[in-house]
């Protein structure tokens, strides 16, 4: 379901560490790993199986959180070492918005300053992998700037695009500021003045050298998936105009129906899943809307009841979309 988004299989030592630190009995978690080199490429649906199947088998609240707290270096790859040798915890955020794609090649990360504070933002531009795939990711990107920093740092602000758990105390007490969900954007904030810390092994020597490596891997990488990227907004685009179906999006793609067809299968994708995983994210965003109705919301989506609406959106995530809206902004 999210075509052409990746992350570097080295992360899949950390699954492995957390399953040995914890006892934890996934032996066809392991089996699975086994087939990638730390130095090859994981698609983020497999990724999102195996947080999965942890889950299945280490049931717990915030569970995402305690395994991204496992990250080391080689877990990260070059990226991670590359923090390291930087001078300021301000030089690695640019170096990770420069080399992202060599850790996680999903929805692009922006370091925006934002008056006294430091911002990085991921939107859903190529989906939402949900909130286990996502709470992993900001832990371990949390947990590494605190492994980099000479001292104990605490963020301003992290938010979720997801909905949130039953229980947000676990979130805010391992991230020790607010956490919000149902947000428009993945972003984590800092003082800006924390840009300035000094690194504990800084070592700008090293840094050349790794940047020359980083800029090679970075041009070796395979181009971003532009045929993901123009289904998710000809599919938006469809929706809106009201004819969410096959052909439809295939003529605003200039391709015939067999075509599109064609390139999906290629691409192990089904067509009524990408819909129903694009609806479904627009209408968490729509319903954090408070100028939209219900019926607003059962349009947007193009469905011409706002029971049909109802019916897979409780399919979706459980609940009607009247309690999703109570949940917003705890």
Not at 192 to 201: A, C, G, N, V
Not at 296 to 311: C, H, K, N, V
Request: charged share 20%; hydrophobic share 40%.
């Amino acid at each position: 379901m999210f075509g052409g988004l990746f992350i570097t299989a080295s992360m899949l030592g950390m699954l492995r560490d957390f399953i040995e630190r914890n006892h934890i009995h996934a032996p066809e978690c392991l089996k699975a790993m086994e087939k990638y080199s730390p130095t090859s490429r994981l698609g983020l649906d497999e990724w999102s199986q195996l947080l999965q199947l942890i889950a299945q088998r280490y049931p717990q609240p915030g569970l995402g959180l305690a395994i991204g707290a496992c990250v080391a270096p080689k877990h990260v790859g070059i990226l991670g070492y590359m923090a390291l040798s930087c001078s300021t915890l301000g030089e690695a955020l640019l170096r990770y918005a420069r080399y992202q794609r060599l850790v996680y090649d999903g929805n692009p990360g922006s370091v925006v300053a934002d008056g006294d504070a430091i911002e990085i933002r991921w939107g859903i531009e190529r989906g939402t992998p949900g909130q286990l795939v996502d709470e992993t990711a900001i832990s371990l990107f949390i947990s590494y700037v605190r492994f980099l920093v000479e001292e104990p740092m605490k963020p301003m602000l992290i938010t979720f695009v997801n909905a949130p758990p039953a229980d947000i105390t676990p979130y805010t007490e391992f991230f020790g500021c607010p956490v919000h969900f149902n947000d428009t954007v993945t972003r984590v904030r800092f003082p800006l003045s924390h840009m300035t810390r000094e690194l504990k092994q800084r070592d700008p020597a090293l840094m050349d050298l790794l940047s020359q490596q980083a800029e090679a891997l970075l041009v070796a990488l395979p181009a971003a998936d532009s045929f993901y990227d123009r289904l998710r907004s000809s599919i938006v685009r469809c929706i809106h105009d009201g004819t969410p179906d096959l052909p439809s999006v295939a003529g605003l793609m200039t391709m015939s129906t067999r075509t599109l067809q064609r390139r999906l299968q290629e691409k192990d994708l089904e067509f009524n899943l990408v819909l129903d995983k694009i609806r479904s994210e627009l209408a968490q965003r729509y319903l954090a809307d408070k100028h939209l109705s219900f019926t607003d919301i059962a349009l947007l989506l193009g469905y011409s009841e706002q029971s049909a609406f109802t019916r897979a959106f409780k399919r979706w995530f459980g609940v009607t979309p009247r309690d999703f809206k109570r949940g917003i902004g705890r």
